[in-house]
């Protein structure tokens, strides 16, 4: 589900490879990125684009992950995410508390 697709010094460019982001899937993205963060320790930066479709259980699971990485001081960035996963992100309010970027060139700059 998870891929890594680049290390950076201090972040870990991972692309979610899933269409429909949903309670079915949200249990095994949130083991499978705090796994990844307990070996690396690294903060992450996951590429949405291939998401098409976010119901509020896997919302429940990024924010799970958001609150565990920031427990250890290290951040959970959200990439490429759809122009409707976006408006549900500002809706819920939760674009306030994420960083968003469009693609993972923005990060490293």
């Not at 949130?30 to 919302?59: G, H, P, R, T, W």
């Not at 429940?60 to 490429?80: P, R």
């Not at 994420?98 to 923005?106: P, V």
Request: charged share 30%; proline share 0%; aromatic share 10%.
């Amino acid at each position: 589900m998870i891929k890594v697709y680049k290390e950076l010094d201090d972040i870990l460019l991972v692309k979610l490879d899933i269409k429909e982001a949903s309670l079915e899937n949200g249990d095994a993205f949130k083991a499978e990125v705090i796994k990844l963060f307990e070996k690396q320790q690294k903060s992450i930066a996951i590429d949405m684009s291939s998401v098409e479709y976010i119901d509020s259980s896997f919302l429940g699971s990024i924010v799970s992950v958001f609150k565990h990485l920031i427990s250890f001081k290290s951040e959970l960035v959200l990439v490429g995410l759809s122009k409707d996963i976006t408006n549900l992100f500002a809706l819920t309010r939760l674009d306030k508390v994420f960083k968003i970027y469009n693609n993972f060139d923005e990060i490293s700059k």
